[in-house]
């Protein structure tokens, strides 16, 4: 009787929770849905969550998990392959696309949207984010001379060189494992700071306390916007405002030493190209607009570039076969040089075809960006339905590119599919001998949030072997 009694609760708590919930995602669509008109029966089909929280929730529990495409998944099996979805997330109206053509319309498309990120990811990477598209485009014209192509990158690679070699050396002669992730990005910054601020502001105490600044930042972009001490966006709002005091100092620096030409014998780096550097109208950049860029710049590349390259090493000691060829291409190229010539060259760099795949294969596989953000500025049609004025649009670049029917056994890791694969327009949209490497730990569990990587930041050995 007992059980009889426990059997009936359980059922009916069951029974009134799926019933409440039904009921709050049903209040929850209505909310955002009813002030559409006509216009809701021509949303793309989805799942608006629970008020306030949305689908948040599932999204954050699919990247701490092993399996940071269930979301995705979940949403092509209920509502079928529409490439376009229409959810909650980070409080605001979203519509998720994660076909080829629908994420390439999301981002190329600068009429119809504009950036959108979540406001608390605007808050942390600055003004840059709300600048209209003429003044967008203005800024990149600009900002992409100094840092593009072949004679910019020409004029940093010594110092690449330099860092990364004496990192190498380092921990080859330490007698035990190093977190590879956090050393390398150490290493990365130093790059990344003297091509931004020059010699004079890379020493390592400097570079250490806005690499530490940086990485708070970076752990509250993509969090809830939960701010009191101790939260993630807490921290890096007060990182952020810490940064802003540093970088508007060393602006006004630079701007004063260019003034009293204290900066003529000095080797140009990006802050002087960003202080220097005119339009054809004549027009140069403004003090606040040379501090937002230096610090979006810095922002962006304090752990993408470590990421990429951690993802890329680990890709390498888990496929043997892979990084044997990779390998047999810098012998090839070294027959070929200049026995006397020491260091590599743009061309040099060029010449490697193989390993360009292996980096390309990585973006894809790893997706260290997963998704992007945009905002429609009108009401769009797409693929049939409307994205309405002023909803959020996800673009999940991981779901392009682990979708087979973009990409043959899209879990595999294989450089070579890029030999001969002919990949649909938009199904790929991502953004070396002296030492061996030895991994401690290869079957570390990897977290995807806010970015992927192992939950040991990848426990190596460094080892010279020539």
């Known amino acids: ?49 629970l008020p306030w929280a949305g689908k948040m929730l599932s999204f954050l529990w699919a990247f ?82 100094p840092i593009t192509g072949s004679e910019s990158l020409s004029r940093y690679i010594d110092i690449v060189q330099e860092v990364i070699t004496a990192s190498l050396d380092e921990w080859a002669s330490l007698d035990r494992p190093i977190e ?64 802003e005091k540093i970088i508007h100092k060393l602006v006004d620096r630079r701007i004063s030493m260019r003034e009293k030409n204290d900066a003529v014998d000095r080797t140009m780096d990006l802050l002087d190209l960003l202080i220097a550097e005119e339009d054809e109208d004549g027009s140069k950049l403004d003090k606040e607009e040379i501090a937002d860029i230096l610090h979006l710049y810095l922002l962006a590349s304090h752990e993408s570039t470590a990421y990429a390259m951690m993802w890329v090493m680990i890709c390498l000691h888990e496929n043997p076969k892979t990084l044997e060829k990779a390998r047999e291409e810098q012998v090839q190229m070294l027959k070929r040089r ?27 596989r790893v997706n260290i960006a997963a998704a992007l953000y945009r905002e429609a500025n009108t009401d769009v049609t797409m693929n049939g339905y409307i994205i309405p004025k002023g909803w959020k649009v996800l673009a999940s670049l991981r779901a392009v590119h682990m979708d087979p029917e973009n990409h043959i056994e899209p879990k595999e890791f ?53």
């Open 180 to 243: 590879f992730f956090t050393e390398i990005k150490k290493a990365a910054f130093k790059v990344v700071m003297h091509v931004f601020l020059g010699s004079e502001e890379t020493d390592d105490a400097f570079a250490e306390k806005l690499s530490l600044l940086y990485t708070d930042v970076n752990q509250g972009l993509n969090a809830l916007g939960l701010n009191f001490p101790g939260s993630s966006f807490y921290r890096a709002r007060k990182a952020k405002k810490e940064l």
């Open 1 to 49: 009787m007992v059980t009889y009694i426990l059997y009936l609760v359980t059922t009916f708590l069951v029974l009134g929770c799926g019933f409440v919930f039904g009921f709050l995602r049903k209040v929850n669509e209505w909310m955002y849905l009813r002030k559409l008109g006509e216009k809701r029966h021509f949303l793309p089909p989805g799942d608006m969550g």
């Open 64 to 145: 701490r998990s092993s399996d940071p495409d269930s979301m995705i998944s979940s949403f092509i099996s209920r509502y079928g392959r529409t490439g376009i979805y229409k959810t909650l997330l980070f409080g605001k109206p979203t519509v998720i696309v994660c076909a080829p053509e629908t994420c390439i319309r999301a981002l190329a498309d600068e009429k119809d949207f504009k950036l959108g990120y979540p406001e608390t990811t605007q808050e942390l990477i600055g003004r840059f984010h709300d600048v209209s598209n003429a003044k967008h485009k203005r800024l990149r014209r600009l900002t992409a001379a």
């Open 414 to 466: 294989n450089p070579s599919r890029w030999e001969n694969q002919r990949s649909k327009a938009g199904a790929f949209i991502p953004f070396g001998a002296g030492s061996r490497l030895e991994r401690s730990n290869p079957k570390c569990p990897v977290v995807y949030f806010p970015a992927p990587k192992p939950k040991d930041n990848f426990q190596a050995r460094i080892k010279r072997v020539v």
């Open 338 to 364: 200049d026995p006397t010539k020491k260091g590599l060259s743009i061309q040099e760099i060029k010449q490697m075809s193989y390993l360009s795949k292996v980096i390309d294969e990585m973006l894809r």
